[in-house]
């Protein structure tokens, strides 16, 4: 196997427990180095004792941080909702029911132009840092077109999410007991091939608390985990209904009650976290502060989709969830890191510690904070993903 040294890096992110000190839960190593083989991480520590290797890397005094962990996309989807964003900002409000507009498109796309949105988006993220993501179907709504989202999806990453339940489909607006059998039926037994999660968008305007339940029970036993849509628009069941069902993560979490904090903070449920949409809607910001303090584990993702968070910056997140939503800027890093494996029940990526896998991201910055310090600044400069130079 061939072995490559990074040396001279002036901050080294690891996220690795054993490091953690005082505040921070970033593990932080100073003047650093972390060694590669093939397409794991074997050895981290002070550059100046880094072993021998077949390869080096002069990191030139810049900090270096895990791959961010995405946990929350919608990336297989035709067509553009620039209308409706213009719409918005001139003071329409956001609703569940914009979505119709991308099935429209998405369904009357080819494979081809389908997966060749996917991979531009996906080539857009990792020059900025993503190195894992997830992303679901949901703007098919038909079993052929969810199931080949799912399909298509499945070539790029393991982390795909039937999302059948996102909307009910147009045609069967008069009849929405009809489409959960659907999704929990015919469409499920196509889908659930292709997929690792199921996801139900659980909000006014998309599918009640009764008719989530249903859609992640049914899920639940053909083999996929739960995640949800929860408490986006509004306060309603979904947070507890993740804690029900022990689902990897409960997602926006914008809405929250003392008892939905509490749950999320005696559960193995990630409150997700994502902010773009708060931005690209001008809806009241998620607080952080408060779930971090109740002991909640916290992601951050980008969310991104055509319609209310059309960005696939982490960085971007990061640096609006320490200004707007409450967090450190260590807090913001590791949710964007650590927090997103959790999200997804990984310990093989979002850290740098022996036995994970060699994503890194350098920055063109000696530290992390730079991430929030700078926003907007194109900071990412290399990245590896599984022991690869890709950027």
Known sequence: MSSTAITDIATLVTNDPSLARGDSPLGLIRDAAVVIE?????????SSKAPATDNRVDAGGRAVLPGFVDSHSHLLFAGDRTEEFNARM?????SAGGIRTTVAATRAADDAELEANLTRYLAEALRQ??????????????????????????RHTDEVTYLGAHIVAPEFADDPAA????????????????????????????????????????????????????NQLTHGPGVQLAVEVD?????????LTDADVDALAHS???????????????????????????GATVALSTDCNPGSSFTSSVPFCVALAVRDMGM???????SA?????AALRRTDVGRIAPGAFADLVLLDAPSHVHLAYRPGVPLVTGVWRRGERVV
């Open 328 to 334: 450190t800027p260590d807090e913001a890093v590791w």
């Open 38 to 46: 093939d397409d794991r991480v074997v050895w981290t520590g002070a």
């Open 337 to 341: 890191t650590a927090g997103g494996a």
């Open 179 to 230: 489409y959960v059998d659907l999704v929990t039926g015919e469409m499920l037994d196509a889908c659930a091939p292709h997929a690792r999660w199921i996801d139900v968008f659980c909000e006014k305007g998309a599918f009640d608390g009764d008719q989530a339940r249903a859609v992640l029970t049914a899920g639940r036993a053909r083999g996929l985990h739960p995640r949800i849509h929860a």
């Open 129 to 154: 840092g993503t190195t894992t993501f997830e992303t679901k179907s949901g703007y098919g709504l038909t079993v052929a077109d969810e199931s080949r989202a799912l399909r298509l999806a499945a």
């Open 268 to 294: 193995r449920t990630v409150a997700t976290l994502l902010p773009g949409a708060e931005f690209s809607t001008r809806a009241a910001w998620p607080d952080a502060r408060r779930l971090l303090d109740a």
């Open 247 to 255: 689902a990897a993560s409960a997602d926006h979490c914008t809405h």
């Open 90 to 94: 001139s003071g329409r409000p956001y």
